[in-house]
Structures are given as structure tokens and as C-alpha cells.
T-cell receptor, first 110, second 118 residues
Framework: DAKTTQPTSMDCAEGRAANLPCNHS???????VYWYRQIHSQGPQYIIH???NNETNEMASLIITEDRKSSTLILPHATLRDTAVYYC???????????FGQGTTLQVKP | DGGITQSPKYLFRKEGQNVTLSCEQN?????MYWYRQDPGQGLRLIYY???????QKGDIAEGYSVSREKKESFPLTVTSAQKNPTAFYLC?????????????????FGEGSRLTVL
């Protein structure tokens, strides 16, 4: 099963883009990359996911490198409410097993 | 509204007692999961179930037990064998239907149950 590696913490100025990296160098061809975020003492919230292609939704963009060994979550205009712990995780096909890493604590500052 | 419900939200127990945490979902999802979270840490998988009457151990199953008698329900029992049970417990479910249908692989989480052993 693939593991993910993320920086422990990051800061971002309000209104600027937040770029959160994730390394998943051992990822297999059928493993999806998912991003979730968790605000203190709440259940994690789904943000976005992808397999090979870059993805965009109303919350964020996901950029996956061509070799799929790393990805970047982009919050285009960070707000104070985006302050949270962001998790990059992988899912093995339809096995359902998801492996969470330690996450990145993003602090958005005024 | 469809969703996933955990209860109780807060629970205290004495050492040596078993306690069962409830998790119910009305999303018609096949797969359900239990995670544990310790302060400042990520989520660790305890047990998961992809279908009724079947479940698999996650990374930290020792001291825990589960059952999956109904699709909607996946209760977790924290037994007295669990050495450090004080933690935040999160239940989740997922639609594991075939890709290209309604399966986004998105996990839906409950609001969690905080267990404190006195």
C-alpha cells in the first residue's frame, strides 16, 4: 500500500494561493489520490480526488505529476476559514482501505 | 437528510469496562470504517467493512471489536484489552459501486465520539 508524505505545517497569506504538496512515490497504477481537510474536533471533509489527470472543483485544484509520485493541492484564494489540517491519502481501487498520513497544518494569516 | 451518525458524542468509562460506540448511516453505502485519532495526530484505521457480515482489521485492531449485521450499522466495541483507549473515534462510510456511476470514492464522516477513560 502506498504511503504519503506531507510537510508538517505551512503558512499562507489570506487571499493568496495555498499550494500543499504531497509525496506518494510508491503509488501503484490503480491507486487514487484523495485530499481531505479537518477542522479541529470535526470529521474530515472531502476536497478532491484524482488518478492521473489534473482535477478542479469549486473548492480546489489537484495537480498530479506525470509519474504520479507527487501531487499538489491548490486553494486558489485562501481565506481564514481554510485554516485546517489537510490530509493527502491514497485509496487502492475498490478495496476501500484508505491510508491517512500525518497531514499538513495550514495556517492562513490576515 | 442522508448522513452518518455517531453516538454518543462524549463518553467516559472506567478502566476495565467495555464500551460500544454506535455508527449508523442512511446513505445506502456498502463500506464502513472506524478510525482513531489521538491529539495532534492523523487518523489510524481500526477496522473496515466492505459488505454486510464481513469486516477486516486495519492497522490498530488490537483491543477493539466490530460487527456488521446490518448495512446501516457498524458498531465499535472498545474492550478492556485496549491499553490506551482515550481518543477521538471517527466512523465513515463510502459508496463502493463501480466507477463511472455514483462512486466518487468519497468518504463520508460522522462527527466523532470522544472517549475518555478515567
Amino acid at each position: 500500500d502506498a504511503k504519503t508524505t506531507q510537510p508538517t505545517s505551512m503558512d499562507c497569506a489570506e487571499g493568496r494561493a495555498a499550494n500543499l504538496p504531497c509525496n506518494h512515490s510508491t503509488i501503484s497504477g490503480n491507486e487514487y489520490v484523495y485530499w481531505y481537510r479537518q477542522i479541529h474536533s470535526q470529521g474530515p471533509q472531502y476536497i478532491i480526488h484524482g488518478l492521473k489527470n489534473n482535477e478542479t472543483n469549486e473548492m480546489a485544484s489537484l495537480i498530479i505529476t506525470e509519474d504520479r509520485k507527487s501531487s499538489t493541492l491548490i486553494l486558489p484564494h485562501a481565506t481564514l476559514r481554510d485554516t485546517a489540517v489537510y490530509y493527502c491519502i491514497v485509496r487502492v481501487g475498490n478495496t476501500g482501505k484508505l491510508i491517512f498520513g500525518q497531514g499538513t497544518t495550514l495556517q492562513v494569516k490576515p | 437528510d442522508g448522513g452518518i451518525t455517531q453516538s454518543p458524542k462524549y463518553l467516559f468509562r472506567k478502566e476495565g469496562q467495555n464500551v460500544t460506540l454506535s455508527c449508523e448511516q442512511n446513505l445506502n453505502h456498502d463500506a464502513m470504517y472506524w478510525y482513531r485519532q489521538d491529539p495532534g495526530q492523523g487518523l489510524r484505521l481500526i477496522y473496515y467493512s466492505q459488505i454486510v457480515n464481513d469486516f477486516q482489521k486495519g492497522d490498530i485492531a488490537e483491543g477493539y471489536s466490530v460487527s456488521r449485521e446490518k448495512k446501516e450499522s457498524f458498531p465499535l466495541t472498545v474492550t478492556s484489552a485496549q491499553k490506551n483507549p482515550t481518543a477521538f473515534y471517527l466512523c465513515a462510510s463510502m459508496n463502493t459501486g463501480s466507477e463511472g456511476t455514483s462512486n466518487t470514492g468519497e468518504l463520508f464522516f460522522g462527527e466523532g465520539s470522544r472517549l475518555t477513560v478515567l
